[in-house]
């Protein structure tokens, strides 16, 4: 998943990840909150110029490793299995790679410390970014594992898994229920997702433990305690049902016609 993020996969590679992600919703949450973070990172991690001191660190680490394989080196064999020469080489990539990770976690801690300290309104924002993941799969291609359309069944299936019951009806909106799933995210809690759908685009509604998140600031319109934001293009409104849950609701729409199908809904 970092590797992925970081554009850092070969593309056979590249081809293969993105063949299992299509299939795997719980990959697909785990890559888009790897996503987020390291969005986050780049946003309040500001840049900054290796201190002397740990430059110095790096630099003895690597000469004292580069040390270490060369006295080692003349007391090899040269008839040595090649099994040996492999363990010999594992060892000695254990040996210069402890030392610059124990560098490099001081290099990103500075950075962290001493980074942008501004806040990060709406930069990266992990709990939309795993909805709008899924929305946007889901937009081209939804597979619910509930096997009902039914608002009742979908409540009750939800509900057995000790999430909000109540569903958004935006039938009058033009929208229809295209069903729904339960998966889980990388924290193992559960996670519902109720797909819509309709000839003005399509909606997501899902719903995750809140643990702790608290409303993001920036640009934001409220309605009937519910707020609304434009987030990396798409239309996002955030409420906070009973139990300690959190419901994003996720569309193309512009946000005035979006806010509308929200106000002439039923939940």
Same mark, same amino acid.
């Given at each position: 998943?970092?590797?992925?993020?970081?554009?850092?996969?070969?593309?056979?590679?590249?081809?293969?990840?993105?063949?299992?992600?299509?299939?795997?919703?719980?990959?697909?949450?785990?890559?888009?909150?790897?996503?987020?973070?390291?969005?986050?990172?780049?946003?309040?991690?500001?840049?900054?110029?290796?201190?002397?001191?740990?430059?110095?660190?790096?630099?003895?680490?690597?000469?004292?490793?580069?040390?270490?394989?060369?006295?080692?080196? +003349?007391?090899?064999?040269?008839?040595?299995?090649?099994?040996?020469?492999?363990?010999?080489?594992?060892?000695?990539?254990?040996?210069?790679?402890?030392?610059?990770?124990?560098?490099?976690?001081?290099?990103?801690?500075?950075?962290?410390?001493?980074?942008?300290?501004?806040?990060?309104?709406?930069?990266?924002?992990?709990? /939309?970014?795993?909805?709008?993941?899924?929305?946007?799969?889901?937009?081209?291609? /939804?597979?619910?594992?509930?096997?009902?359309?039914?608002?009742?069944?979908?409540?009750?299936?939800?509900?057995?898994?000790?999430?909000?019951?109540?569903?958004?009806?935006?039938?009058?909106?033009?929208?229809?229920?295209?069903?729904?799933?339960?998966?889980?995210?990388?924290?193992?809690?559960?996670?519902?997702?109720?797909?819509?759908?309709?000839?003005?685009?399509?909606?997501?509604?899902?719903?995750?433990?809140?643990? +702790?998140?608290?409303?993001?600031?920036?640009?934001?319109?409220?309605?009937?305690?519910?707020?609304?934001?434009?987030?990396?293009?798409?239309?996002?409104?955030?409420?906070?049902?009973?139990?300690? /849950?959190?419901?994003?609701?996720?569309?193309?729409?512009?946000?005035?016609?979006?806010?509308?199908?929200?106000?002439?809904?039923?939940?």
């Amino acid at each position: 998943m970092s590797a992925h993020v970081d554009g850092e996969l070969t593309p056979a590679e590249l081809r293969e990840v993105e063949e299992h992600l299509a299939g795997c919703v719980n990959c697909r949450a785990r890559f888009a909150e790897e996503r987020a973070v390291k969005a986050l990172l780049r946003e309040r991690a500001a840049m900054r110029r290796t201190p002397p001191v740990v430059r110095g660190s790096i630099l003895a680490a690597l000469d004292a490793a580069d040390g270490a394989d060369a006295s080692g080196a +003349g007391g090899g064999r040269e008839s040595s299995a090649g099994a040996d020469r492999a363990r010999r080489f594992s060892i000695r990539r254990a040996r210069l790679w402890a030392p610059v990770a124990v560098a490099a976690v001081a290099v990103f801690a500075f950075v962290i410390l001493h980074g942008g300290s501004g806040p990060a309104p709406a930069h990266a924002i992990p709990p /939309f970014d795993v909805a709008i993941d899924h929305y946007d799969h889901f937009d081209n291609h /939804f597979e619910p594992n509930i096997n009902s359309t039914s608002p009742a069944e979908l409540s009750d299936a939800y509900m057995d898994h000790q999430l909000p019951g109540f569903l958004w009806n935006f039938q009058h909106s033009g929208y229809k229920l295209r069903g729904g799933r339960i998966d889980r995210l990388a924290d193992g809690t559960s996670v519902a997702y109720t797909f819509y759908q309709g000839d003005n685009g399509s909606i997501l509604c899902t719903f995750m433990k809140s643990h +702790g998140f608290q409303p993001p600031d920036g640009e934001v319109q409220e309605m009937d305690g519910h707020r609304c934001y434009r987030y990396k293009g798409y239309s996002v409104c955030l409420s906070y049902p009973p139990g300690g /849950f959190i419901c994003i609701l996720v569309s193309h729409r512009p946000m005035k016609e979006f806010m509308q199908d929200i106000a002439d809904s039923e939940p």
